[in-house]
């Protein structure tokens, strides 16, 4: 348990220091983790307005954050390039995101098409009814994609990492209101980038 608590600890650091060095990057992160944490509570009473917040509102601030704000040069705080950092990534880089992404916004298209989704379900007869029925898929993809990436965790990695990288990502709303609360503060100070002080320490 102590080695799987380190492992998800190094995982949570290394995600930190090279792809959330931009304030406001860190501030949409923020907006996003509060967010997911309404989301994990729709879970509840509401799965498919979970999926529909948690994407919608998570995951659009959330990569909004990375792909228009966040540095893509040469890392000189950690001393890497965007490159070295992409391939060693253990979750989601930006070509798999952009593989997920694809997938989210083409199924609002595919069940305009295909209501019934090919036979598989009751097809939606209002409105209401549709939108219900995209939170319900996007809800599954996000479950989805967490238990594929997973899984190939555990093939071209080991399983502690795959568990590791998982439990991460649940706790990542939790974590990014305690590391990221104060962001918005220190942006409109007028700090861009965050000094990162702990890399040097």
């Known amino acids: 348990m102590q080695t799987l608590l380190q492992q998800i600890r190094q995982l949570q650091w290394d995600d930190h220091r090279y792809y959330h060095q931009c304030r406001i990057n860190q501030t949409l992160h923020l907006i996003s983790a509060i967010s997911f944490l309404v989301a994990y509570a729709l879970l509840f009473v509401d799965p ?15 990569q909004s954050g990375h792909i228009f704000f966040e540095p893509r040069g040469y890392d000189t705080i950690n001393d890497s ?15 798999r995101k ?11 298209a595919l069940l305009y098409f ?3 989704l090919f036979g598989l379900i009751k097809p939606a007869n209002s409105f209401p009814q549709y939108v219900h029925d995209v939170g319900l898929m996007w809800l599954a993809l996000g ?8 899984l190939h965790l555990f093939v071209i ?15 990542d709303p939790i974590h990014n209101v305690q590391i990221y609360w104060a962001s918005p ?8 980038l965050d000094p990162l002080d702990a890399v040097h320490s």
Not at 81 to 95: A, L, P
Not at 99 to 108: G, H
Not at 185 to 192: F, M, S, T, Y
């Open 185 to 192: 503060i220190a942006l409109l100070r007028g700090q861009r």
């Open 48 to 62: 498919a307005a979970a999926g529909i917040v948690g994407w919608l509102v998570g995951m659009v601030t959330r």
């Open 81 to 95: 390039s965007y490159d070295h950092k992409e391939s060693i990534k253990v979750g989601f880089n930006m070509r």
């Open 143 to 150: 479950a989805g994609g967490l238990l594929f990436r997973t």
């Open 157 to 171: 990695r080991s399983p502690l990492c795959g568990v590791a990288w998982a439990c991460k990502i649940l706790l």
């Open 98 to 108: 952009a593989i997920l992404i694809s997938v989210w916004l083409s199924i609002p």
């Open 114 to 116: 295909s209501p019934d």
